[in-house]
T-cell receptor, first 116, second 109 residues
């Protein structure tokens, strides 16, 4: 079974440009999460989808970040325009539905974003 | 104050040693707790869940003290392959998951 996949693995852009990160969760996982790790800091929650609906987006830093999950399958996270402080590793994770309250999050390998 | 606090380390231990990591959480609404392991430049992976009664998985033992809002992880007979960052994780309010910054462990031959 395929795990969580993320694309691109690494993106280098200039300040002011736009970047779109993609996440394909494990098939059948209703829950999809985006997290970010800035160098030297803890992994921080950005937002949570249940199927195509945003369940919690309290961690989104500002309105330069837009996440979508059309059709409840893959998700995209767009940063527009990118700022220097947006640099970090963006992790996507998925988990099964509410009846599977094991709590295990399955993470992708992350998309490393470098803003110059 | 961070919601989940861990000693960042690093902990440098020889093979075969026993090492313990501690973690505290500040939000009493936290309901579930976990330890994740993250290798350098890799994604976090679940190591084990943490229960109040304490639970063991091979060389790893996890403990939760709700009264003190404290979580621990004990690793016995450390192996070189145990070298990694160990993330303490608390979950509250459905699926809101909060990560600690991690404790780095280096096991040396």
């Amino acid at each position: 079974e395929a795990g969580v996949t993320q694309f691109p693995s690494h993106s280098v852009i200039e300040k002011g440009q736009t970047v779109t990160l993609r996440c394909d969760p494990i098939s059948g996982h209703d829950n999809l999460y985006w997290y970010r790790r800035v160098m030297g800091k803890e992994i921080k929650f950005l937002l949570h989808f249940v199927k195509e609906s945003k369940q919690d987006e309290s961690g989104m830093p500002n309105n330069r970040f837009l996440a979508e999950r059309t059709g409840g399958t893959y998700s995209t996270l767009k940063v527009q325009p990118a700022e220097l402080e947006d640099s970090g590793v963006y992790f996507c994770a998925s988990s099964q539905g509410e009846r599977f309250r094991t709590g295990e999050l399955f993470f992708g390998e992350g998309s490393r974003l470098t803003v110059l | 104050r961070k919601e989940v606090e861990q000693d960042p380390g690093p902990f440098n231990v020889p093979e075969g040693a026993t090492v313990a990591f501690n973690c505290t959480y500040s939000n009493s609404a936290s309901q579930s707790f976990f330890w994740y392991r993250q290798d350098c430049r890799k994604e976090p992976k679940l190591l084990m869940s943490v229960y109040s009664s304490g639970n063991e998985d091979g060389r790893f033992t996890a403990q939760l003290n709700r009264a003190s809002q404290y979580i621990s992880l004990l690793i016995r007979d450390s192996k070189l392959s145990d070298s990694a960052t160990y993330l303490c994780v608390a979950r509250r309010g459905g699926f809101k998951t909060i990560f600690g910054a991690g404790t780095r462990l280096f096991v040396k031959a």
